[in-house]
């Protein structure tokens, strides 16, 4: 690649978006027409383009304005963002604090690394609600006959996602489905589904901001999941991983915990 | 519009709710499409446009009328995400969930659909600063002086990030078509 070339290409984006003068258009132009390299840069830059207009159509946005109203009008509501503005170093330090403490926390429930078994998904939400924890499996059939007033969760999203077992939960007396899905990437999904009724289930903790301050979401992101997905109604949320979790061996090591802990 | 917008901006800096209807009457799209582009889920964009109307009404007394009402607004929504972003760096984007098909006819193919979710993965595994010039431009279809008063950089450096997001995005590209 010569200097000519480097300095055509810093214009080729430009060039595809008219935003060149007429001066260097021809430039751009002239250089094209006899560099053997240059316009496949060209041809790359105007796939991801075209492709990105592609995927121009969006869902249509929520009608919000009745819950902002509410929260404009409630004086003393915390609903301020403050962009991060803290010296980097800060955020270092902070970081390597909290690895620290997050080790030392988690020393003890260290699970099989060798096979990436992580035997203890049960007790941080456990751990989060002390008492009055029932689990046990149960089959898409039963759900239905308990009428938890609501269906199991299915992704909407493509591929086909397959159901691998469903958990009961009994948290603080209400109902919790708790789904375990791989999809075709052997991607693991996790989702806790509950009604926008029972999500007292998680006690007072009704945002997710209170659920992270309490650190549930904390511990299943560190530990499990890449991401931790709340509904709009912050009734459900979804936990997702990329690892290739032996989800038999977590059920089996949650359900040892729940007996554990009713012993 | 603008003449109506500083009355009604007016009126906000007083404090008047009800005036501020009028601004997410007229934004509430360009927000939430700014929100949905950058964020990992459907319902997370959700979250940060609702997030973004209360910072806006705080905030909106800052406004002083230099730029576009619009160019100031899209700064604000550009920023807020990014930090958003920044905030939650070990989260992975929930590909799958954010698949959202260009229309669901009977014409439409398999393969296009396919192709989209591609796109869709690869996009979203960008960084996330240059997701946003991508988002201003190749989305929301702003001019280069537009996007450098929002990213408050020089429009020439709009176009160097611009090659480089989509040379990345083409790479990406690339990559998966070769692996299906």
């Not at chain 1, 991060?84 to 690394?113: E, M, N, Q, Y």
């Not at chain 2, 927000?31 to 705080?58: G, K, N, P, T």
Request: charged share 25%; net charge neutral; proline share 4%.
């Amino acid at each position: 690649m010569t200097n000519d070339c480097r300095a055509i290409r810093t214009n080729l984006s430009a060039y595809l978006d008219q935003e060149l003068t007429p001066e260097r258009v021809a430039r751009v132009e002239e250089h094209l027409r006899h560099c053997p390299t240059c316009p496949q840069e060209l041809d790359d830059l105007e796939i991801a383009r075209r492709a990105l207009h592609e995927i121009r159509a969006m869902p249509e946005g929520p009608e919000q304005w009745q819950h902002i109203y509410a929260k404009l009008q409630t004086p003393g509501r915390t609903w301020s963002w403050k962009p991060s503005l803290r010296p980097r170093w800060l955020a270092v330090a902070a970081s390597v604090v909290l690895v620290i403490l997050t080790s030392i926390f988690f020393w003890p429930l260290t699970g099989d690394r060798k096979t990436g078994v992580e035997p203890y998904l049960g007790l941080y939400l456990l751990a989060a609600n002390a008492s009055d924890v029932l689990s046990s499996e149960i089959s898409a059939d039963q759900v239905e006959a308990l009428n938890v007033n609501f269906p199991v969760y299915t992704p909407s999203a493509v591929g086909s996602w397959k159901r691998e077992r469903i958990y009961l939960h009994k948290l603080h007396g209400q109902p919790v489905l708790q789904v375990f899905y791989t999809n075709a990437a052997g991607q693991n999904y996790c989702v806790f589904q509950q009604s926008a009724q029972h999500f007292v289930d998680f006690g007072d903790r009704t945002t997710k901001e209170e659920l992270v301050q309490n650190n549930i979401c904390t511990k299943l992101s560190a530990r499990h999941f890449d991401l931790i997905s709340w509904s709009l109604d912050k009734t459900r949320f979804a936990a997702v991983s990329t690892q290739h979790l032996d989800l038999k061996g977590i059920a089996a090591d949650w359900m040892a915990q729940v007996v554990r802990g009713q012993d | 519009m603008e003449h109506i917008l500083g009355e009604v901006i007016e009126r906000c800096r007083r404090g008047d709710v009800d005036a501020f209807e009028v601004i997410y009457r007229q934004y509430r799209d360009i927000v939430f499409r700014i929100c949905y582009r950058m964020a990992d889920s459907e319902d997370e964009a959700a979250d940060w446009s609702q997030e973004v109307f209360m910072h806006l009404f705080r905030k909106i007394g800052s406004f002083n009328g230099k730029a576009k009402f619009s160019t100031w607004l899209y700064r604000l929504v550009t920023n807020y995400c990014l930090d958003r972003i920044k905030t939650r760096k070990t989260e992975m984007p929930l590909e799958a969930a954010r698949y959202h098909p260009a229309g669901e006819g009977p014409a439409e193919t398999l393969f296009k659909r396919e192709r989209q979710h591609i796109i869709h993965q690869a996009f979203e595994h960008l960084d996330p600063g240059l997701r946003s010039v991508l988002v201003l431009k190749d989305m929301e279809g702003l001019s280069y002086t537009e996007i450098s008063q929002i990213l408050g950089i020089p429009e020439g450096s709009v176009g160097s990030r611009l090659n480089e997001a989509r040379k990345r995005l083409a790479k990406k590209l690339r990559a998966v078509s070769h692996e299906i």
